[in-house]
């Protein structure tokens, strides 16, 4: 899946978090989101990021990346302050869905080029074989040529997710990656994360549930109402009501990294 290539991040610096937070409070609008979240992140781990609708969870994503700035407290992306577009050869980002993202009419094949676009690689080939073995390991390599548009939910993720594993990154971050996804794709996409993992490759993900990566999760994050309340064993996690809710402002996309929420 991740043979060497000339362009293969430069690992993290040994004692160095790829994802750190101290004292992170963001507010979208008037509507204050995350308080005083301290995160931290090191390499080889996959951390789950768990918490009602509206806990904080997509903002606190999307911080780290660089594209909703802090109303105080910092936060750092391999060890540099986290800006927008940073570290595009090193990271991979799958945003959280929308009904939208299906509405642009690209093929699989070039949705998942387009992860190739601003990288160091030049202009992406359009037979570059990193983009068949993307989808081939998210089980979509017999339609690559099959327009976005014509999928389903569940296979629209699965380009999102061969989007971001076609520079293969160094840190995956990744915003519900099993939603709308049937109970056995999931299984198969689990079983692709657990080979990165066991490759090196750190993650961060939004789940609902832990399910299938329970038993390789480093840890589990539960944020409630924009505060952590529970950093440690997925298994000590906090029962937490699931129904509360904020809405983003307007224009507030999850975008970054040339790693748009559509699919092309």
């Not at 903002?59 to 570290?87: D, I, K, N, Q, W």
């Not at 595009?88 to 939208?100: E, N």
């Not at 832990?210 to 944020?223: D, M």
């Not at 409630?224 to 064993?233: A, E, M, T, Y």
Request: proline share 9%; net charge negative; charged share 20%.
């Amino acid at each position: 899946m991740r043979p060497d290539t000339p362009h293969s991040p430069a690992p993290a610096q040994p004692g160095e978090p790829l994802i750190e937070t101290r004292d992170l409070s963001v507010t979208l609008g008037a509507t204050p989101v995350l308080h005083g979240v301290d995160l931290r992140i090191e390499a080889g781990e996959m951390v789950a990021l768990l918490g009602a609708n509206g806990s904080g969870k997509s903002t606190l994503l999307r911080a780290v990346l660089g594209v909703e700035p802090p109303t105080a407290g910092s936060a750092r992306l391999f060890g540099e302050p986290a800006r927008r577009g940073s570290a595009h050869d090193r990271l991979g980002y799958v945003p959280q869905d929308t009904p939208g993202a299906g509405s642009i009419p690209a093929t699989a094949r070039e949705t998942v080029t387009s992860g190739l676009l601003c990288s160091h690689s030049w202009f992406p080939r359009r037979r570059d074989p990193r983009v068949m073995e993307a989808l081939e390991a998210v089980g979509l390599a017999d339609l690559a040529d099959r327009p976005v548009p014509r999928m389903s939910g569940g296979q629209r993720r699965r380009v999102m997710i061969a989007r971001a594993l076609v520079r293969r990154p160094e840190l995956l971050v990744l915003d519900e990656p099993f939603a709308g996804i049937d109970l056995a794709t999931q299984d198969q996409v689990a079983a692709l994360f657990r080979e990165l993992a066991a490759e090196g490759t750190t993650m961060l993900v939004v789940l609902h549930e832990t399910g299938a990566l329970a038993g390789n999760l480093t840890r589990a994050v539960v944020l409630d109402h924009g505060r952590v309340v529970h950093d440690g064993p997925p298994e000590l996690r906090p029962a937490l009501d699931p129904g509360h809710d904020h809405a983003l402002p307007a224009g507030h996309l999850d975008e970054c990294l040339g790693q748009e929420i559509h699919p092309a």
